[in-house]
């Protein structure tokens, strides 16, 4: 627990004392995105243990059964992979890296597993494109019917 709050001591300090442009803040979300893609899929392999607040947990340990990333739990993950993507919405154009950046969002609150996100992320999504008002009527029904 105690290394855990010295990590977020060090992120306060470091983003508070930190002149960051968006150009920079995407840069840096889109590298800790994939760095717990990467590590939620060794972990989800028995590759990597975790590091929670118990301390470091091998692959075996059954608070391990989850995917928790580089984060400290699985909702955690989860929530963090979530903040990320509706950060990024704002942030980026590209309607392509937009729909990986979804996909790996999936895929995060998949490997966490933890219901309550992925049916909260998956709901917020779908409220988002159908509000779009730059999305076409017919595609918005076609998503409604396909779900």
Known sequence: ????????????????????????????????????????????FNFLGSITSLGYLSPEDTLSLNSVGLTGGPWELGVIASIIFFTLIKLENNNK?????????????ILSEVRANYLAFNFACLLLVLLSKNINYIYKVCLLFLI
């Open 1 to 44: 627990m105690l290394l855990r709050l010295a990590e977020y001591i060090v992120l306060i300090y470091f983003f508070d004392n930190l002149n960051i442009n968006l150009k920079n803040l995407k840069k840096i979300l889109y590298i800790y995105l994939y760095a717990n893609l990467v590590v939620a899929i060794l972990q989800n």
């Open 97 to 109: 890296k937009l729909l990986l950046l979804f996909i790996i969002s999936n895929i995060l609150l």
